[in-house]
Nanobody, 119 residues
Framework: QVQLVESGGGLVQAGGSLRLSCAAS????????MGWFRQAPGKEREFVAG????????YYGDSVKGRFTISRDNAKNTVDLQMSSLKPEDTALYHC????????????WGQGTQVTVSS
């Protein structure tokens, strides 16, 4: 099992920045690719960003490209999401997720941290 705990959410004005962090425990962190997803009320869950096990590759959803940056620290077992130029449409519950290097689907999910962007 991998336990994931997100932090860093909050209320921010449009145009502002916020940094989310996810702390992992339970298994060898570097065995897992990591991702951030979000879900707004009444909407489907949306892929935000992903990062490979060693940080060598990163991926972003089209709606956040150029504004968000994902990073990880395997020594600290953390993965961060730096969010800039935030828009009201970025308002959602943000979840951290993990998938084993040999598996295509995300197996483990955190409880989420709320991000609210006011206009």
């Amino acid at each position: 099992q991998v336990q994931l705990v997100e932090s860093g959410g909050g209320l921010v004005q449009a145009g502002g920045s916020l940094r989310l962090s996810c702390a992992a425990s339970g298994r060898t962190f570097s065995d897992y690719h990591m991702g951030w997803f979000r879900q707004a009320p009444g909407k489907e869950r949306e892929f935000v960003a992903g990062i490979s096990w060693n940080g060598g590759r990163t991926y972003y959803g089209d709606s956040v490209k150029g504004r968000f940056t994902i990073s990880r620290d395997n020594a600290k077992n953390t993965v961060d999401l730096q969010m800039s130029s935030l828009k009201p449409e970025d308002t959602a519950l943000y979840h951290c997720a993990a998938r084993n290097k040999n598996i295509l689907t995300y197996e483990y999910w955190g409880q989420g941290t709320q991000v609210t962007v006011s206009s």
